[in-house]
T-cell receptor, first 114, second 112 residues
């Protein structure tokens, strides 16, 4: 099983550009999440989804958008990239809610905005 | 908000035992996770404690005291490959739903 797959692994954006981070999972998990991780900081939840067609904001949603048209895919859209969005982004999925079910993480996308 | 404290860095010797502490202040506590994250890689699940006490899983054990807001991760017979960051994450109920908050992580360096 591939688990959670994220693309791209690395990306450099100029300020104001847009991009989509792709995430797909093959474990048939209903729950999917996007986190960002900055040096010296804990993982911060950006958006999450409890099933196809349902998404909700996490702790730091500003500047991002998501969609969940299928169980497998949960892309994260950055509009008008800003230097503050330089971070490592992790997509994750879980069998049930992250509060009582282990998260399965993708390998991350390292994004630099200059 | 939720407050989770872990030491920033620790160093231990190969073959030794190390204890990584995590303290938290939260209302509506549900459970506590430990994740391991090697440099440049994704976090991976280690353990989940809901009830008080010690849970053992091979060389790794995790302890929880709900009344004290305290957990630790115990690593025995340390190996060089155990050099990684260890993330404590607390799940709790709040604002009508369950939430999960991560600590900043403890970077463990295992030296020969």
């Amino acid at each position: 099983n591939a688990g959670v797959t994220q693309t791209p692994k690395f990306r450099i954006l100029k300020i104001g550009q847009s991009m989509t981070l792709q995430c797909t999972q093959d474990m048939n998990h209903n729950y999917m999440y996007w986190y960002r991780q900055d040096p010296g900081m804990g993982l911060k939840l950006i958006y999450y989804s409890v099933g196809a067609g349902i998404t909700d904001k996490g702790e730091v949603p500003n500047g991002y958008n998501v969609s969940r048209s299928t169980t497998e895919d949960f892309p994260l859209r950055l509009e008008l990239a800003a230097p503050s969005q330089t971070s490592v982004y992790f997509c994750a999925s879980s069998y049930s809610g992250a509060w009582d079910s282990p998260l399965h993480f993708g390998n991350g996308t390292r994004l630099t905005v200059t | 908000g939720q407050n989770i404290d872990q030491p920033t860095e620790m160093t231990a010797t190969e073959g030794a035992i190390v204890q990584i502490n995590c303290t938290y202040q939260t209302s509506g506590f549900n459970g506590l996770f430990w994740y391991q994250q090697h440099a440049g890689e994704a976090p991976t699940f280690l353990s989940y404690n809901v009830l008080d006490g010690l849970e053992e899983k091979g060389r790794f054990s995790s302890f929880l005291s709900r009344s004290k807001g305290y957990s630790y991760l115990l690593l025995k017979e340390l190996q060089m490959k155990d050099s990684a960051s260890y993330l404590c994450a607390v799940s709790y109920s709040g604002a009508g739903s369950y939430q999960l908050t991560f600590g900043k992580g403890t970077k463990l360096s295992v030296i020969p």
